[in-house]
C-alpha cells in the first residue's frame, strides 16, 4: 500500500491514507506512553491520600509501567513478526485500554502491578514499531512531519493526562481510571483502521555491527549509554514531579497537578523545538545541549523550593522528555547515514537500553525513596548525576576521537 501521492509541482504530497496512518501513529503514542506512563503521575498523591496503596508501593506500583516497557521494547518486533505490524498494534492499543479499566479496582498490590506492567508493555512495544510501521509508507521528503506528528501524540498525552486527571478526580479516584479508560477507548476505535498493512516486522534486529567502521561502532556505543543514562535522568520526573510539589512542598494536589499541566504543554512543543534545533546546529550538539540542560533542571528541583525555579525546571524536561527521543534518532541517522536497515536495528537497541535502564531506575530510586525517608532530593539528585555522566562521557569521546585524528 502505497501512503503517498504527487502534487503539481512534483513534490510528494499525503494522502488521505497517509493521514490516517499518522493519526492511527499519532493515537497510539498519545496511548500507550502518554496516558498510560504519565498519567500515573498525577495520580500518585490520591493513591496515597485514598489509602489504596502505601507511599512507598505507589511509587513502586508506577515502576511496574518502567519494566514492563522493557518488555515491550524486547518483545515487540516478534511480537509483530507472528500477528503483523497492523494486528500487533491494534492488539497492544487494546492492551493498553484494557488496564485503565483494571486499575479501577484495587483488588489486591499483584493485580495493580500485573496491569500496570501490561500497559508499559503495550508502550514499548508501540515505541518500537509504530514509526517502523508507518514511516515506510511515507515518502522521504515528508518523513520527518510524520515522525514529529507521531511523538506529538507523547506530549498531548501528558498534557491530557495533567488535565483530566484533576477534572475527573471530582467524580471519585475510580471514576477517574474509568474516564481515562473510555478516552483510551475512543482513541482506540479512532485508530483501528488506520494502521497501514503490508510489512512485517522481522523477528530479530538485522546487520550485526561488526560490519561497522570502529568510529561508528564507538559512536553508537556511546549514545546507547548517553540515552540509558538519559533514562535515569528523567524517572525521578516522571514518577515524583507532582508528589514532590503536592505533598514534599506541602502544595496540595491540585498545584501538583498544574505542574504537570505545564510539563505537558512543554512536551507537546518539545519535538518541533528539538528538531529545529538539530536542523541548524546538527544533532550531535543538539543532543550535547539537551544533556547539558536537563541535568540543571533536574538539578534545580533537588536544591529549591522556588515556584517560579521548579516551573523553569518543569518547562526544560517537559521539552526534552519526548524531544530527546527525535534527537537520538537523528543522531543514529547522522551516525548511519546510508544504512537504513541497521539505522532501524539501532533505534531498537537505543529504545531497549532505555527501556532497561528507565526500569531499572524506576525500582532502584523506588527502593531509595522508601529507605530515605521519602526524601525527593536525593532521587533528584541522583537523577542529575546521570544526566552529568552522559555528558562527559560525551566529551571525553569527542576528545578521545580527535587524539586518535591527530595521531
Not at 516478534?78 to 487494546?94: D, E, G, I, T, W
Not at 485503565?100 to 479496582?105: E, G, H, Q, T
Not at 519526548?322 to 539505522?343: A, F, K, N, S, W
Request: a positive charge; aromatic letters at 10%; charged letters at 10%.
Amino acid at each position: 500500500m502505497s501512503l503517498h501521492s504527487t502534487s503539481m509541482a512534483g513534490a510528494p504530497s499525503l494522502d488521505r491514507a497517509a493521514w490516517f496512518a499518522t493519526l492511527s501513529g499519532l493515537c497510539g503514542s498519545f496511548v500507550a506512553i502518554g496516558l498510560a506512563r504519565f498519567a500515573y503521575t498525577p495520580l500518585i498523591p490520591a493513591l496515597i491520600e485514598a489509602h489504596w496503596f502505601s507511599a512507598a508501593d505507589a511509587v513502586t506500583l508506577g515502576a511496574a509501567n518502567f519494566a514492563g516497557y522493557l518488555a515491550g521494547a524486547l518483545l515487540g518486533r516478534p511480537l509483530a513478526a507472528v500477528l503483523s505490524n497492523r494486528h500487533a498494534l491494534r492488539l497492544l492499543m487494546a492492551v493498553a485500554t484494557a488496564a485503565f479499566f483494571a486499575c479501577a479496582y484495587p483488588l489486591s498490590i499483584t493485580w495493580f502491578f500485573f496491569w500496570r506492567f501490561l500497559s508499559g508493555l503495550a508502550g514499548g512495544s508501540i515505541m518500537v514499531l509504530v514509526a517502523t510501521s508507518i514511516l515506510p509508507h511515507i515518502p522521504s521528503a515528508r518523513r520527518g512531519f510524520v515522525s514529529g506528528a507521531i511523538f506529538l501524540g507523547l506530549g498531548l498525552g501528558i498534557a491530557a493526562s495533567g488535565t483530566l486527571v484533576p477534572a475527573l478526580m471530582g467524580f471519585g479516584l475510580k471514576d477517574t481510571w474509568i474516564g481515562l479508560g473510555l478516552l483510551s477507548l475512543a482513541l482506540t476505535a479512532l485508530s483501528w483502521f488506520g494502521w497501514p498493512g503490508g510489512i512485517v516486522a522481522p523477528a530479530t534486529a538485522p546487520a550485526a555491527e561488526h560490519s561497522l567502521p570502529a568510529t561508528s561502532k564507538r559512536s553508537l556505543r556511546v549514545l546507547y549509554g548517553q540515552y540509558a543514562a538519559n533514562a535515569l535522568g528523567l524517572v525521578p520526573v516522571m514518577v515524583l514531579l507532582v508528589d514532590y510539589v503536592a505533598r514534599g512542598l506541602g502544595k496540595g494536589a491540585d498545584i501538583g497537578a498544574a505542574y504537570w499541566v505545564l510539563y505537558g504543554l512543554a512536551a507537546i512543543a518539545g519535538p518541533l523545538l528539538c528538531g529545529t534545533a538539530a536542523d541548524r546546529v546538527g544533532f550531535a550538539a543538539a543532543y550535547r545541549a539537551a544533556l547539558l540542560l536537563q541535568a540543571i533542571a533536574v538539578g534545580t528541583l533537588a536544591i529549591t523550593g522556588n515556584p517560579v525555579l521548579i516551573g523553569m525546571a518543569t518547562v526544560v524536561l517537559g521539552i526534552f522528555t519526548p524531544g530527546i527521543v527525535p534527537l537520538t534518532l537523528g543522531r543514529i541517522h547522522e551516525i548511519l547515514p546510508h544504512d537504513p536497515m541497521e539505522q532501524r536495528a539501532a533505534w531498537s537497541r537505543a529504545t531497549t537500553a532505555f527501556a532497561l535502564f528507565q526500569a531499572l531506575g524506576g525500582y532502584g530510586y523506588s527502593f531509595l525513596f522508601s529507605h530515605s525517608g521519602q526524601n525527593h532530593a536525593l532521587i533528584f539528585l541522583c537523577g542529575a548525576a546521570a544526566l552529568a555522566l552522559a555528558l562527559a562521557a560525551d566529551f571525553l569521546f569527542a576528545a578521545r576521537r580527535s587524539v586518535a585524528q591527530a595521531s
